[in-house]
C-alpha cells in the first residue's frame, strides 16, 4: 500500500480551501451571464429569424449623425424609417400633430410619428410596439437611446412577417417623435390617433447607456399579477426583472413614453431599457461601434418572444387588482408569488428560527450573550459599509474632481471603482468578525445575522412589498443554520456539512449580486453606500455558510489585495482619451435689454476648449438669473461679457393682454427672424397660470386645461420642428398687475456664427443634458395693468 506524501496532503488541504472561493467566483459569473444572451446570439439562420446584421444595418444609418427634432438629419431619418416599413409590404404614415406636455413646465412641439399596422384577424384589440427615432438634444447620435429599440422592431417585425403567419390582434408599429423634448409624440398619438383605443398592451424599448442587460419594468394603473404571468408564459431564455424596480419605479416621476399612455389612456405595458456604460447616454459617444451587441440581442429576444406570444393571446386578460413580487433566477427563469405573502413568509421564516435557535441553545453551541454580543459587529459592519461608501465616494470626488464633470454620475472608470469598494467591504466585515471571534461562534452569527435579515423583510413587507424577494436569502441561510446546529462543522460528516451550506450560499450569491450592481449602476455612484451597505448585509449571512474562521484570513487578504488593484487600476482608467471623452460647454447670450452678450460655460473646471473664452480675470459677482436661468444641471459657473454679435432677434407681437375679473388674457405672436432650435418663456415673478396654449391647442390633462404655478425661471419651451416657425401663444394667469414675461430664442449654430472658434479636440464632446453649443437671446416683455 502506497504511503501518502504529507507535503502533497498539504497542497491538497490548500487547494480544497480555495474551492469555496472558486466556486463563489463562478456562482458569480453565472449570475451575471444568465442576465442576457451573448453577442453572437442572433447571428446566424436563414429569413425566418431575427438578423443582428440586419439591425445593425439600420443602426449604422440612423445612428449616423445626431437627429434631434427639428434637424435637417431628422427628417432623413424619418423618411428611411418610412422608406425601409413600406419595403415589407406594410402600410405607413406619418402622423403629425401639435403636441403639449407638462410635468416641470409646458412643453410643446409638433410631433411626426411614425406608425403602421399589421392586420391582425379581430380588429378590436391591438397591440404596439414602439421606441422613439429622435435623438437627445444637439449632440447625440442616438444610436442605444432609441436607435437600438427601432432597428429591434424593424428587424422584429420582418421576422414576424417572413413567417406567412396572419395574427390574432392588430399589431401597431409606433416610432414617436419628441421623445427626448418631453414625450410629445407619444402625447400626440394617445390623444389624437383614433388607432390608440383598441391598444391593449404596449411594449417600449429604451435605453439610458450603450450597454448591459435590458431591464423589464412595468407600467400599470393596476396590479402587476396578470402582467408578470404573461411574462413569464412567453419563456423567455434570458428575463432581467425584479418587482423592486417596480416598486420604485411607481414611486418615482420616471418618464418615458409608456407612461403617457399608462396616465392619458390607462393602456399598461413593459419597458425594456438597458443601463450600463450610462456615461454614453445622450452624448456624443452613444454611436453605434459603442452599442453592446448582447443588450441589442437581449432587446431582440424580449421582441420576438413577446410578439410571437401577444400577437395571439387573448388582450382582454391582461388587467388585475394584485400584485406579484417577481425577480429573475439563472436557471430558473421568473419566480413569482402575490405580494399578500410577503409578510407571512417573513412570519414563517421567524417561527423556523425559534427552534432552531433554541435548539443551539439547548446543546451549548451558543449562548444567549453570544448572540448578544454579534449584534456588536453586525451593526459595526453595517455603520462602517454605509460610512466608506458615502465618505470614500466623497474623498474620490476632493482626489478627483473631473469626476464630477461627468453629469450622468458614472464616470468612465466606474466599474472599477464600485469592484474595489465592494472588495474593500468585503474585507472590512470579515475583519470587524474577527476581532469578535473569541466571544462569537458560527451560530451565533447565523442567528445575529438571520434576525437582522428578518427585521429588514418586515420593514419590507409593511413599506415595500415589491422587495418580498430578499426574504428568499433568509431561507437559505436558516437551512445552513439547521445543519450546523443539527450536525455540527465537526466529526465525520464534516465536509458533506461543509458542502452543504455552501451550496446553499451560492443562490444567495447568485441572486444578490446582480441586484448590487445593478442598484448602483441605475442610481449613480452618488448611491455608492446602498451597495455598500447591500454587500455587507450579502457578507454577514453568507460568511458562516461559506468559511470556518480559519481560513477567514486567506480571503481577507485577498480582498483587500483586490481591493487596491482595483483602485490602482481605476487611477490609471481616470483621464480622458478619444474613446473617453471629456464634456463641457459653451454658449453665447445675448440679453437684449441691455445690449450685451456673454459666453458662459456650466464646467466646475476649465480645460483647453473652454479656457479662452474666459482669458479675462472672473469676476465675482455671481451670474445674475435674469440673464439666463440655469438649472441644476446647467448651472452657469464661469462668465465673461464679450462683444454683441448683431444676431436678428424675434419680433414679439403683444395681440391681446386683458383683464377679465381675476384672470388676465394674453396674446403673443413670437416671430423668428433667423433659423431657432428652441423657444423658451421665463418669469422672475410669481406667476399662476391657468390656461395656456400654443398654436390653438391647449394644454389640457383628460380635458381639463393644466394649470401651474412658478416663480422664478422658466415655465414654457417650444421645440421647434422647422427653423421659422411662428409661434402663437395664449396664456391666461391669476392677474398681479404689471407682468414682466423675458423670451429666450436658442439656435444650435454656435459654430456658424463663430467661425473663429477652435473646434473641440478629438478627448472633448459637447455636455449633454443641456442647451450647449448654441447662440441664445433673450428679450423682456413688459405687460401693464
Known sequence: MAKIDPQQHIKLDSLLKLLPMVIVALAIYWGFASLSPSAVAYTDGGDKQFSQQNALNHLKIISEKPHFLGSQAHGNVRQYLVDEIKEMGIEVNIFEQMATHS????????????????????????????????????????????????????????????????????????????????????????????????????????????GGPSYMILETNGGNARLVEAFSKANLKHPAANSLMYSIYKLLPNDTDLTIFREDADIQGYNFAFIDDHFDYHTQQDSFQRLDRESLNHQAEYLVALLDY?????????????????????GIGMVNYPFSWVLGMTVIAFLLLLPVTYVALKRKGVSVKAIYVSFVPLILSLTTAAAIGYFGWQVLLWLFPQYADIPQNFTYNGYWIIASFISFIVATTLVIYQCFKKH???????????????????????????????VMPVFFALTG???????????????????????????????????????????????????????????????PMLLKTSEVSHLRNLMLLLSAGFMVISIFESGYSPDRKKPNSINYIVDNDNKSAYWTSSNRTLDD????????????????????????????????????????????????????????????????????????????????????????QVFTKHGVPIENTYNNGFFFKYIMASPLEELNLDISIVDNGEVSLKVFETAFDLFERFTDIKPRDEIFMPEPFMVNDATIIGQTLVLPE
Not at 386578460?317 to 417577481?326: E, H, N, P
Not at 462569537?440 to 418580498?468: D, E, K, Q, R, V
Open 609 to 696: 476648449f473652454t479656457q479662452p473664452f474666459f482669458s479675462k480675470q472672473p469676476s465675482l459677482l455671481p451670474w445674475r438669473y435674469a440673464l439666463y436661468p440655469h438649472t441644476s444641471r446647467s448651472q452657469v459657473r464661469h462668465y465673461q461679457q464679450t462683444l454683441v454679435l448683431p444676431l436678428a432677434a424675434a419680433e414679439i407681437s403683444i395681440t391681446k393682454n386683458i383683464v377679465d375679473g381675476i384672470q388676465r388674457h394674453i396674446s403673443l405672436v413670437i416671430t423668428p427672424k433667423r433659423p431657432l432650435n428652441l423657444i423658451q418663456l421665463a418669469t422672475f415673478q410669481h406667476l399662476e397660470v391657468k390656461k395656456l396654449s400654443v398654436n390653438g
Open 440 to 470: 462569537c461562534t458560527s451560530a451565533s452569527h447565523y442567528i445575529s445575522a438571520i434576525i437582522l435579515w428578518l427585521l429588514m423583510n418586515l420593514a419590507i413587507a409593511i413599506a415595500l412589498p415589491g422587495a418580498g424577494f430578499l
Open 103 to 210: 410635468r416641470y413646465y409646458y412643453n410643446a412641439g409638433k410631433s411626426k410619428n411614425i406608425v403602421a399596422k399589421i392586420p391582425g384577424k379581430s380588429a378590436d384589440n391591438a397591440l404596439v410596439l414602439m421606441s422613439h427615432y429622435d435623438s437627445g438634444l444637439h449632440s447625440s447620435l442616438g444610436a442605444s437611446d432609441a436607435g437600438s429599440g427601432v432597428v429591434t422592431i424593424l428587424e422584429g417585425v420582418r421576422t414576424f412577417l417572413a413567417s406567412g403567419e396572419t395574427p390574432q390582434n392588430d399589431i401597431i408599429i409606433l416610432l414617436t417623435d419628441g421623445e427626448e423634448l418631453g414625450l410629445l409624440g407619444a402625447q400626440a398619438f394617445v390623444n389624437f390617433h383614433p388607432w390608440a383605443s383598441n391598444i391593449k398592451i404596449a411594449l417600449n424599448f429604451e435605453a439610458r447607456g450603450s
Open 310 to 330: 401577444f400577437s395571439n393571446a387573448d388582450l382582454n386578460q391582461l388587467r388585475s387588482d394584485t400584485d406579484l413580487v417577481y425577480f429573475n433566477f439563472p
Open 481 to 543: 443554520l439547521y445543519l450546523l446546529v443539527f450536525y455540527g462543522n465537526d466529526g465525520p460528516n464534516k465536509r458533506i456539512i461543509s458542502l452543504l451550506t455552501m451550496i446553499l450560499a451560492l443562490p444567495i450569491i447568485m441572486l444578490l449580486s446582480p441586484f448590487i450592481l445593478a442598484l448602483i449602476v441605475g442610481l449613480g455612484l452618488n448611491a455608492m453606500a446602498i451597495g455598500t451597505v447591500f454587500t455587507c448585509l450579502l457578507v454577514v449571512i453568507v460568511a
